[in-house]
C-alpha cells in the first residue's frame, strides 16, 4: 500500500462528497474544539493580571466572569441569526463584503485568518503546557514537543473532515464530563464547608502586593478573558460542513457549544475563587496551570488527576482542529474570489483544501518557534482578529436586514433580529477597542500590522487577476493569416535516442527543422563524429524519402556558455525570421526513479525556464519527453563510436 494511503486514507472521489457531511454530534467536537479549549485557559487568563493585587483580585473574578459570559451570549445570538441568513458559510467575510463592501470584507477576512493561526499556536502550547504541569523535567522542550503536536494535527485533518470529527469525540466528550463532574464536586465541597474548602493539594502560594484595584487593570482582565470567546466564529464558517438541515444542525451545535462554556467558565472560576489559586508564568519553575491547580484541589493528585490531565492534554493538544477546519476554507472563500492563488480552492485526495492545511501548519510553526511555545506571550495576539471578525459581521448583518426587509417581515417578531445584531456588533466593537488599548504594547501592535498586511497582499492579487483576465479575454475571430508552420530548433547534444524521438517529433510539425550543438570545448575528433552520425541517421534517411533534413549548426562556446548560446542563437532567429513563430523543441531526459534526477545536471529545465523568461509571444517551447524504462536498452554500438556515446545529454 502506498505510504499516502497509509498516512491520510485512500483518495476519495468528488461524489463522496456528501458521505463527508456531518452532524451535531460530530459537528459538536469538530467546530467546537477551539471554543471549549479556550475554557481551560480563559480563566487563567483573567487571573493573570489580577494577581497584580494579590488577593484582592479574586474578589473581582467572577463579576468580570459573568460580563464576559454576557459578551458570549449576545455573539451567540448574533451567530444564530447569522448561520440561517448565510447557510453557504463564510462568516464574518461574507457577510462584511456582501452588506459593508470589499474593504471591510478583507478585514474580517485577514482577522480571521491571524485568528486560526493562533489558535493552532496558542492550543499547541496550552496543551503542552498541560503536560509540563504534571512533569515539570518536559519544560526545557516546549518548542519541539508543540511543533509535533501542530504536524501530527496536519496528518489528522488531512485526512478528510469526517475522520478528524471522530477522532476528537472521545477527547472533548471526555473533558466536559469529567471536568463539569469535578466542578459539582468542588462546589458541592464549598457549600459544604461555608465557602471555604479545605484543598486537597494546597494551591501555589500568592505573591504579596500593595497595588490597588483600578479600571485599567479590570479592563485588562477583561480583555485576557475574552480569550474565552474565540471559536464560536467556527460555526458560522462551517455550515457547509454539516448534512441537511444545514442552518439548524449548524444553531444546534452552537447553543451547545456556547451552553457548555459558559457552564465550565463560571465553574472554574468560581473554583478559583473559593481556593484561591493563582496564576503562575510558564517561565516560573515547578509551574502549573490554574486549571491543575484547581483540579488537584478539588480531588487530589490521585487517578482522578491524571485522567483528567489526559483528557485535558488530549483536548489542548487537538484544540486547533477548528482552525483547520475553518482555515483552509477561508482561504478557499478567498481564492474564489481572486484574492488568494486559486490553488487554494482546490481540493485534495481527501476532499480537502489541502493547500490551506500547510499554508496554516506553516505561520502556526513560525509562530511558536518566534515565541519560545509560552502561553503567556502568545495570548495578547489573540482575540485582536476575531473581536474584529465579530464586529464587523454583526454590523453586517444589520445592513442585511435593511436590505432585505423581506426576510424580517416572515420573523414571528421582525424587530428582534437587527435589535440583537445591533446590540452585539456595539459589544463586540466596545470590546474590541478595550483589547487593542490594553494589549497594544504586550503585542496586539503585531495584529495591527498584520491584518493590513494580508489585506495589502489580497488586493495586489486581485489586481494581478485583473490584469491577467483583461489581458487574455478574446472576443474576436482566431487569426487567418499567420498559420505558417513555425521554425523549429533543436538543442542536441549528440545522436541518441532522446535526439530521434526529438528530431522525429519536430518534421511533423514543419518542414524548417534546425539543430543546434553548442560545443563547449570538445575536440575536432568528436565534433566529427556528430556530423557523421548526422548524415548518417538524420540526413540520409530524411533524403531518401523526400523530406527536408534539418541542418546541423555548430555553434563555438570557448567559454563554456550553453543555454546563453542557445538563447542568442534562438534571439537571431527572431530578427531575421520577423513575425514567424519560433519554437524550441527540448528533448528531456525522463527518469524511471525519483532519485536518479540527482544523477544528471537537468540543463533541459533550466533552458525551458530561461526561454520562457524572455517573455515574447513567438517564442514557443515545446517539451519532448524521453521515459527511461529498464526494459529499453541501448542499441549495440560499434568500437569505433564509443568515443561518441559517452558524450553527456542535454
Known sequence: MPLGDILLGRRLGNSEDKEQKIGPTTGFPLLGIDALSSTAYGTEAALFVLMWVGMVGFSVLMPITWVIIAVMTIVMLSYLQTVV???????????????????P???????????????????S????GALVSAFPHLQPYLVPMSLVLVLMMTIINLRGVKESGAAFAIPVYGYIVILLGIIALGIFKTVQAGGNPVPLVAPEQIHQTTQTIGW???LKAFSNGCAALTGIEAVANGVPLFRDPASKNAQRVLIMVVGVMALIFAGLAFLANA???PAMSAEEGNYRTVLSQIVAAVVGNGPAYYIFLFFLLALMALSANTAYAGFPRMCRLLARDDYLPHAFAARGRRLVFHYGIWVLTAFACLLIIAFGGLLERLLPLYAVGVFVAFTLSQFGMVKHWKRHPEELAQKRFPWLPKTINFIGGVVTGVATIVILYTKFQQGAWLAL??????????????????????????????DTENLEPPLIIVPVQR???????????????????????IADGEDDESIMYLHRDWNQFVVEPLEAIGKKAPELIVVPSPYRHIIRLILDYVRAKRKTHPGRRIMVVVPELVEAKWYQYLLHNQRAQALKAALLLQGQQDIMVLNVPWYMHPERRAKEAGPEDSRRDRLTGL
Open 85 to 103: 441568513a448565510y447557510p453557504n458559510g463564510g462568516g464574518s467575510y461574507t457577510v462584511a463584503t456582501e452588506n459593508l463592501g470589499r474593504k
Open 105 to 123: 470584507g478583507l478585514i474580517a477576512g485577514s482577522a480571521l485568518l491571524l485568528d486560526y493561526i493562533l489558535v493552532v499556536a496558542i492550543g
Open 125 to 128: 502550547s496550552a496543551g503542552v
Open 216 to 218: 485599567l487593570l479590570l
Open 275 to 277: 481556593y484561591k489559586t
Open 449 to 478: 500590522i498584520m491584518m493590513p498586511g494580508f489585506v495589502v497582499l489580497f488586493l495586489a492579487i486581485k489586481r494581478h487577476y485583473i490584469e491577467v483576465n483583461r489581458m487574455t479575454s478574446a472576443h474576436h475571430s482566431i
Open 495 to 517: 545522436w541518441s535516442s532522446m535526439t530521434e524521438h526529438a528530431i522525429q517529433f519536430s518534421v511533423t510539425l514543419s518542414p524548417d527543422v534546425e539543430a543546434i550543438h
